[in-house]
């Protein structure tokens, strides 16, 4: 197994340099899943960087991300593999009177007539690969079955031809938005990281490294009222990415220091609920003693 | 340090966390990869392969504390560097520093409040760490030997260090700092930001009572008496605040998995008869050959829900969780009404109706609903006469009854007629209890007399056991 990264700093480093801002917990799990060979179970909010984590690592590592999405119904033949049964077809009418019938058929399960998908294309890449199966919590319980062989012995078996090896052991993330509990079988498998909101200092750095033209103090200000906000009880709270939209409007809109006016009239930036917006713009004008 | 590692796993598992052998496998594996001196790192490789579900991470982090905290020589409980340091800043470098480190015993109190007060004014960890052994060494009356827990102890110092008025102390300052007078909003986010810092006060003062206690009693006898149950173990009766809190916070996501995984079990049924429009749109892909018959899913009736809470104190927070889990899943449900009494009774289903904000319901429901009729102390039987009085002839065959209460009726009578009747009438009858199992029936709880009409009984007292019975509601 070719190591990617020499240590955990090395992690954090080389994530700075493509502008993703990694925490001690992202750094070490990225640095044990190159090192152990296991893939990362991500969980935690909607849009904290989830799916970022896996491209952004794939841009470091120079690895190709092959992605798979995953929603109610995936199966077998969108997930792994499935026989090219028209080309196939095609085949049999060609060679109508020829051949006998079980040297056709041997032929017709060879590898020309597969038709990869992303597990199967990202075991069988010569190339690195980061390997992104985004929210696998969509899946039905039976299904995540089909990714456990993938997972635990990076190999895919298909009756009709044996057992396909991973050429290199690629870096899995799978990402979960927790919507149900995932399976024993497949936790077991990962490591699992949990990433949170950030706090205060980590999510300003983002805001100024993301953002373009924001100044010191507005970062400050934005990051602080962001906090603010998720100390409410809201239906949802805020996200890193729409942090960051707002801050990017409020620079569009040339502000540089947030009044509460400012902040209530933008909110529906930052809050997706008419409940939440009124909840919080009521509390952003009382001083919360 | 494997020896180390398997009682820490060991500790793990009776707190609650599931661990399997893989998983300590891999976690010994793990930290072969990692230089032990990164403790940050460490800890995270730990969690990374041990714990797989983000609300046993305060579980975890606690064992954690208690195992690995006190091995560093920078958490030896002698005073340090830190502490001379912070002493030298407040002092200027005026006073002789006699017997090596005998200063900081020395101070007033309100030297020591004042300390406090810049170390928070000025975000500084170094000075407030200090301030935080200086204080519980001198305010918590820790003697060794004391069997009392780690929060009698925090309770302890915390009065004495007053933070609340050191906050307003300090925004009186930020006030005064200011060129103009603060904005509301500007207020408000100085507010937060010093309450953040006196959060994390707390969370040293609340660490360095740890590291005394396990200096005090061991390892094993202190991982005990700290261990804190996980959010789905936390027992409604006798939540803390803080514990309350956590309950809150994890009730939000289980709804949301129960709403889905009661969505898919109503769609995932049995196969229902041959769908002959559908097969024959499929087949037109195979060439009209039929290949792929396609069936009706029947929908099973959503089931109508009356759920009659008890919301005397004992069990108010019960109550509360219940009424706010049954409503966050309403959608499953084709209708849902909730009656509320202590010894009389209320339909409240109108406070939740067209809210947004099932918490806001909930406040309303203990502050207007009309409950109390003659002492404000739970009688069962008269209320569940009232119920069948106002509102028997609407239970009919696709309702659910759903009791919620500990039984416990002050020896009125306990009228389980209303209850017989109404399981004739009615889909089901279930009665919850938040109580403990050995306790059913003892005292004044007539949980017997009901539960011979009930379809079911269940003891309902976490989370856990909650969502369990939820399921098989739906």
């Given at each position: 197994m070719g190591l990617r990264f020499e240590s955990v700093a090395d992690v954090r480093s080389d994530l700075k340099k493509v502008d993703y801002l990694a925490d001690d917990g992202i750094a070490s799990v990225v640095f044990l899943a190159d090192r152990l060979g296991k893939p990362v179970l991500v969980e935690g909010p909607a849009g904290t960087g989830k799916t970022q984590l896996a491209k952004s690592v794939a841009e470091i590592t120079g690895s190709r991300l092959i992605r798979l999405q995953c929603y109610e119904g995936l199966d077998e033949s969108k997930a792994l593999y499935e026989w090219n049964y028209k080309k196939q077809l095609l085949r049999i009418q060609a060679e109508r009177n020829a051949e006998d019938w079980k040297e056709l058929s041997d032929d017709i399960f060879s590898e020309e007539f597969l038709l990869t998908r992303p597990l199967l294309e990202a075991i069988r890449s010569e190339e690195p690969v980061v390997l992104l199966i985004d929210e696998v919590d969509r899946v039905e319980l039976e299904t995540e079955a089909l990714l456990l062989e993938v997972l635990s012995e990076y190999q895919v078996s298909i009756p009709e031809l044996g057992t396909i090896q991973a050429v290199q052991t690629p870096l899995v993330f799978l990402t979960s938005n927790n919507t149900r509990e995932l399976s024993e079988a497949l936790k077991r498998r990962c490591l699992f990281l949990h990433i949170d909101y950030p706090d205060l200092e980590r999510e300003k750095e983002i805001v100024l490294t993301k953002v373009e033209g924001v100044s010191e103090n507005l970062a400050d200000q934005i990051t602080r009222i962001v906090r603010s906000i998720r100390s409410l009880e809201l239906k949802k709270s805020p996200s890193v990415s729409e942090t960051l939209d707002w801050a990017r409007t409020l620079v569009l809109l040339g502000v540089e220091s947030i009044d509460a006016e400012q902040a209530t009239e933008t909110l529906h930036i930052l809050l997706k609920y008419q409940t939440d917006i009124a909840k919080a713009a009521k509390e952003l004008s009382t001083n919360g003693a | 340090m494997l020896e180390l590692l398997a009682g820490f796993i060991q500790e793990l598992r009776r707190a609650g966390l599931p661990v399997s052998l893989t998983e300590n496998l891999d976690a010994m594996e793990a930290v072969k990869h990692i230089p032990i001196e990164d403790r940050e790192a460490f800890k995270y490789t730990l969690a990374a392969t041990l714990?797989?579900?983000?609300?046993?991470w305060r579980a975890f982090e606690t064992v954690f504390e208690v195992y690995f905290a006190l091995r560093g020589e920078e958490y030896e409980i002698a005073r340090d560097e830190a502490e001379m340091g912070a002493l030298r800043d407040l002092e200027g470098g005026q006073k002789p520093q006699s017997a090596g480190g005998g200063a900081m015993e020395a101070l007033t109190p309100e030297e020591l409040a004042e300390m406090l007060y810049q170390a928070l004014l000025n975000a500084d960890e170094a000075q407030m760490r200090a301030v935080a052994r200086q204080a519980v060494r001198r305010f918590s009356g820790m003697e060794p030997g004391r069997p009392v827990g780690g929060t009698y102890y925090l309770y302890r110092t915390l009065r004495n260090l007053d933070l609340d008025n050191v906050v307003e102390r300090m925004m009186e300052a930020v006030r005064e700092q200011a060129d103009a007078p603060l904005t509301a909003l500007e207020e408000r986010l100085e507010r937060d930001e010093l309450e953040s810092r006196v959060d994390k006060l707390k969370q040293e003062v609340e660490a360095e009572i740890r590291r005394h206690l396990v200096a005090d009693r061991g390892i094993d006898a202190m991982a005990r008496t700290l261990r804190k149950p996980l959010p789905e173990d936390i027992d409604f009766m006798h939540a803390n605040r803080e514990e309350m809190a956590q309950l809150k916070r994890s009730l939000h996501p289980l709804t949301r998995k129960l709403a889905v995984r009661l969505a898919r079990k109503r769609r995932h049924g049995r196969k229902g008869p041959l769908d002959f429009r559908a097969t024959v749109r499929s087949s037109l892909s195979y060439g009209g050959v039929p290949a792929e018959p396609k069936f009706r899913y029947p929908r099973p009736h959503k089931p109508e829900i009356f759920v009659i809470a008890d919301i005397s104190g004992s069990v108010a927070a019960f109550a509360r969780f219940t009424l706010q889990l049954v409503y966050a899943i309403s959608g499953q449900f084709s209708k849902v009404r909730s009656f509320v009494f202590i010894d009389g009774l209320d339909e409240v289903t109108r406070f939740f109706e067209g809210v947004e904000d099932i918490n806001e319901a909930v406040h309303r429901v203990n502050t207007e609903a009309d409950v109390v009729w003659v002492d404000g102390h739970s009688d069962y039987g008269h209320a569940f006469e009232v119920f069948w009085e106002r509102y028997g002839h609407e239970v009919g065959p696709r309702t659910t009854v759903l009791f919620l209460g500990d039984a416990r009726n002050n020896y009125h009578a306990s009228q389980n007629w209303v209850i017989k009747e109404m399981r004739h009438k009615a889909r089901h009858v279930y009665w919850l209890n938040p109580?403990?199992?050995?306790?059913?029936?003892?005292?004044?709880?007539?949980?017997g007399e009901y539960s011979t009409h009930c379809d079911g009984v269940y003891e309902c007292r976490n989370l856990r056991q909650l969502e369990r019975f939820v399921e098989v509601l739906a």
């Open positions: - | 714990v797989k579900n983000s609300s046993h109580e403990p199992r050995s306790y059913w029936d003892t005292g004044d709880s007539i949980i």
